[in-house]
């Protein structure tokens, strides 16, 4: 693996349904993949372009089978079908082996009824899949240290996993409402809720990454301000004394937690959180590696006892970033690593997926940067032009 920290493997070999070696691309029998390609808004369909150049490429070189469906998703579908993603697109995300999902909102529909809002269009994804672990490594490439707003040997080698809670918590909790009170004010309520079996099995996600990895959970709550975080903080502890004693369990609050992500983030291995805080928390473990341009993540569903599957969606953890929409300019890493975690986590082809990452830290090393990630002496490209050297470096990986 040149330039990059062995140490970006480790969790990734969780989950695996085959040994290693029984990759889908060696078998005699090639297995048809079938993704469903969801762009969204914004610089979404920049992204996806590349993850599109990469799958023909695939397909072509007879290294994988796939098939590809599109749809449209958040302001995309509100425009063509006035809801944020139709029924039918639901049904096309339930039949495949994986969402690769963009990125979805933006200005022009700011206006639109909030239930049609771009974002509902990803939560009812999230919700109806059941998607209730969302896995969020945030890895510093070595050729980006000094992209970073922190200091390099803050950065350097940093290789952290946050699992966030998804399908609970206060996006989803009921009453979820804005009342007016008749006196000139009104009242606005969200509600956090979570139940022990959601605490539990979002807990076991965390303790198992942790076991591929550095064998350290820290699980991050306010039990000092919320009842749903004294439960979380008394769940996690219990599953932690029951099923997983060999693994180190540590707790912060969120608040301190995060303030401990920019100052020593190293001190870090795989950090379990709520729906709410995980948000908040992973955008920052994203500018630690130097943008939000190369936040990969995953959203898992339960393993199905019957077929072994499992319900997933990729996703770059940025935006649709309106501001850059357009110009070529987006980066994007965060969405073919995404790629490269379906690979992995949903299809079985863990050694492509190792050599997707080896791509991107060769062309990262060779000095390649959009526009997010640039420094000096590097050499800025364009979107397009990120994702040619990154398909090209795989083809040479590849022999
Ligand atoms: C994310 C995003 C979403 C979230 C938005 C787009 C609804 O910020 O995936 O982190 O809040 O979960
Ligand atoms: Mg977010």
Redesign the pocket.
Known sequence: MPGLDPGIHRFREMDRRVEPGDDACKDPIMATHKLLLLPGDGIGTEVMAEVSRLIDWLNKAGIAKFETEHGLVGGAAYDADKVAITDATMALAQASDAVIFGA??GPKWDGVPYEARP?AG??RLRKDLALFANLRPAVCYPALAEASSLKPDVVEGLDIMIVRELTGGVYFGEPKTITDLGNGQKRAVDTQVYDTYEIERIGRVAFDLARKRRNKVTSMEKRNVMKTGVLWNEVITAVHDREYKDVQLEHQLADSGGMNLVKWPKQFDVIVTDNLFG?ML?DIAAMLTGSLGMLPSASLGEVDAKTGKRKAMYEP?H?SAPDIAGKGMANPVAMLASFGMALRYSLDMGDLADKLDAAIAAVLAKGLRTADIKSEGTNVVSTSQMGEAIVAELQALHG
């Open positions: 979805v909102g974002e990803l939560l948000d992973s953890v935006g």
